[in-house]
């Protein structure tokens, strides 16, 4: 690190305390050179993931934009405000598991409405309304209807009691 004052790259740690949450290390650092103090900041560098949406056209991963459309889907339901916030770290964190740069809009789309089906069907069914661009009734329809006939297959077979 060069020093303010002199400008000098000589220097040396004298304190070094996490901040932020462990998001950022603070470090106090003495000038070899003059014995002037000066306080640096290290953070990650986190890379902006570009969303290709379908026009082809690019735009950087917007958590608040995915908060704001959860929030749409889930008004007036019962979804806390912390389940959507753990809806979006999952999908953030499938992205940057999955993804380097670039992600499809459309894998985005599908992983949101794959938690929140399980989270609230109603919330689903709104969301998948806006994402899958519904035009009419029949849209609403078949949507429920493949959620019904999907759901009657997860439902569990009631067990035989064996005789003892």
């Known amino acids: 690190m060069r020093c303010p004052v002199c400008h000098k790259d000589n220097d040396r740690v004298v304190d070094t305390r996490s901040s932020d949450d462990g998001g950022v290390i603070r470090r ?19 890379t902006s993931i570009q969303v290709i949406k379908k026009d082809g056209h690019r735009a950087p991963f917007d958590r608040e934009k995915l908060r704001r459309g959860l929030e749409r889907a889930c008004w007036k339901r019962p979804v806390s405000a912390d389940q959507i916030t753990t809806l979006i770290a999952q999908v953030e964190g499938d992205v940057n598991s999955t993804f380097y740069s670039e992600v499809a809009s459309r894998f985005i789309g599908e992983r949101v409405m794959s938690y929140l089906r399980e989270l609230d069907q109603v919330a689903y069914v709104r969301f998948a309304s806006v994402y899958l661009r519904f035009s009419d009734a029949r849209d609403f329809a078949q949507e429920l209807d493949d959620m019904m006939n999907n759901s009657k297959n997860k439902l569990p077979t009631p067990e035989k009691k064996s005789k003892k």
């Not at 106090?28 to 986190?46: A, D, L, M, S």
Request: a positive charge.
């Open 28 to 46: 106090r650092r003495e000038c070899c050179n003059c014995g002037k103090r000066f306080t640096t900041f290290e953070r990650v560098e986190v």
